[in-house]
């Protein structure tokens, strides 16, 4: 395809006058989005941009967001997303590890970017966050810089819990053919179809199956500068939103909503999870109660991101992140490579058009995350006899209790199933006799009781002896990642109780 950018000229030839991006009462047909994005392009070219430099954009969920991003793809760059919640210090090693040309930040966040873009000694330009003007130049670039699809379109660092982000390389090859795939065969979109996007677009989820597969579809898309799920709700109401995209407690807060009764949400036709397991109990809940479809997913940064889905039309499992999308290949693979048995949990690896081309100035990760052609994704997952996959937890995230492997999602899939509970997170404890224990911290419902020993006894009766949390507390929230992800390993235990 070239680049990724063409498919916004060809959607506003085909689909110009109507909605492609919507923020509170603004709205960008696909000519005038395309139209700005064609100018930010010419104004990064005025800048000294050129085919191959790297641009930082530090931008939430705003109409600015697409249009940047698609101008300075545009322009030949490659795009650099960053959370606007990151401190100076975590921006200014981004923006020195990828060799950033110059950073791009909405006006609200523009301190702490112009901080680190001074010590790294480049241009920061603020923006609006409806339209960039600072960035636009008077008249629109004419056609998109030529690119291959093994050329960088974005690089997405990872979240670094094991030392320094990793920027994972995205090529135009790789973010194409995964949105036109999630587009056409997952999402089914069209262009009579509206995208709630609430998930982060500085995360590959958000920007794959959220902003690129609308473009390529021609899709309208409405914008939330930060998730809330009453607005998420009255937003899905107010602009018809036929498909929700999604992490797990995004999905668990709308169920919680104050206005979760008094919204029309009828118009949805298809809600999407992925970035995380998401409990049976809660994906239940959700269908129940907005009578639409939860189809759950898997895949990663370095993976574009979408490696397996539940596909329409097939027969839908829940707890499952479904089959390998088209051109995609999963084995599991025990620590020496070895396939292993069918039922038996392995490390998920992965091989396809997806896959990204490397990390970014790492050779040496990118051989020990690529060792053979297939990523080591680090998920550990079990296959089924029809051949979907079931996530059992993250290779580090095992907690071995006596010499038996215990995977946390069991045990949340479990206290997930008490009325009472609304979050939950299971934690690794020391334990000297045993090598390790199992801790469950919870939150409850709005206005539910339950104490820890009711929750203790609910676990036991449904779990094997190995694998009941002997300890539980409850807490009023959990730690959550940027796209709204519960991170265990920021979770807070009582003083006194030692992590692993």
């Not at 960008?28 to 990064?44: H, K, N, S």
């Not at 009578?291 to 596909?311: A, I, K, W």
């Not at 690529?370 to 550990?380: A, E």
């Not at 006799?433 to 419902?445: H, I, N, P, R």
Request: negative net charge; aromatic residues 6%.
């Amino acid at each position: 395809m070239g680049n990724l950018a063409q498919s916004l000229l060809d959607t506003a030839a085909k689909e110009g006058r109507r909605p492609a991006l919507r923020m509170g009462d603004t709205v960008l047909t696909y000519d005038e989005f395309a139209e700005a994005a064609g100018r930010v392009a010419a104004g990064l070219v005025a800048r000294g941009v050129t085919p191959g430099d790297r641009v930082g954009v530090v931008l939430p969920n705003v109409s600015s967001f697409p249009i940047v991003y698609y101008g300075a793809l545009m322009a030949g760059a490659a795009v650099v997303p960053m959370n606007p919640l990151l401190t100076t210090r975590e921006i200014h090693y981004k923006l020195e590890d990828s060799g950033a040309r110059l950073v791009v930040a909405a006006e609200g966040s523009a301190q702490a970017v112009a901080e680190a873009a001074g010590a790294v000694g480049i241009e920061a330009v603020p923006v609006d966050g409806v339209r960039p003007g600072a960035l636009m130049a008077a008249h629109a670039s004419a056609d998109p810089a030529v690119r291959t699809d093994d050329d960088v379109a974005a690089i997405l660092y990872t979240s670094g819990t094991t030392g320094a982000p990793k920027g994972a390389e995205l090529t135009h090859g790789n973010l194409s053919g995964n949105a036109r795939t999630t587009a056409q065969t997952l999402l089914e979109a069209t262009p009579d179809d509206v995208v709630m996007g609430c998930l982060p677009l500085f995360h590959a989820f958000g920007l794959t199956c959220g902003l690129n597969a609308s473009v390529l579809s021609g899709a309208g898309m409405t914008l939330l500068p930060r998730f809330d799920a009453a607005a998420a709700l009255s937003l899905i109401e107010r602009d018809k939103a036929t498909i929700f995209a999604g992490v797990p407690t995004m999905y668990s807060r709308m169920l919680h909503a104050p206005n979760v009764g008094a919204v029309d949400v009828t118009r949805l036709r298809l809600c999407v999870s992925g970035g995380a397991a998401l409990p049976a109990e809660v994906m239940r809940s959700f269908e129940e109660t907005f009578g639409c479809g939860v189809l759950e997913g898997y895949g990663l940064s370095e993976t574009s991101p979408v490696v397996t889905f539940n596909h329409p039309p097939a027969e839908r499992r829940a707890g499952s992140i479904g089959t390998p999308i088209d051109g995609v290949e999963v084995r599991l693979v025990d620590e020496r490579g070895r396939d292993v048995p069918r039922g038996e949990v392995g490390e998920m690896a992965v091989r396809g058009p997806n896959v990204m081309k490397g990390y970014w100035g790492k050779p040496q990760e990118t051989a020990k995350a690529i060792p053979d052609g297939w990523f080591r994704t680090g998920d550990l997952a079990r296959q089924d006899t029809d051949g979907y996959f079931f996530i059992v937890g993250r290779e580090k995230d095992v907690i071995i209790r006596g010499g038996e492997n215990v995977y946390p999602r069991a045990i949340e899939e479990v206290l997930y199933e008490h009325p009472a509970v609304a979050e939950v997170a299971c934690i690794g404890i020391p334990n000297p006799d045993l090598g390790e224990d199992l801790g469950a911290v919870v939150v409850l419902k709005p206005g539910a009781s339950a104490d820890p020993d009711e929750l203790r006894a609910w676990a036991k009766a449904r779990l094997a002896a190995y694998e009941y949390p002997r300890h539980v507390w409850l807490v009023d929230s959990l730690p959550h990642g940027p796209t709204g992800k519960i991170l265990r390993r920021a979770v807070q235990v009582p003083p006194g109780v030692r992590r692993r």
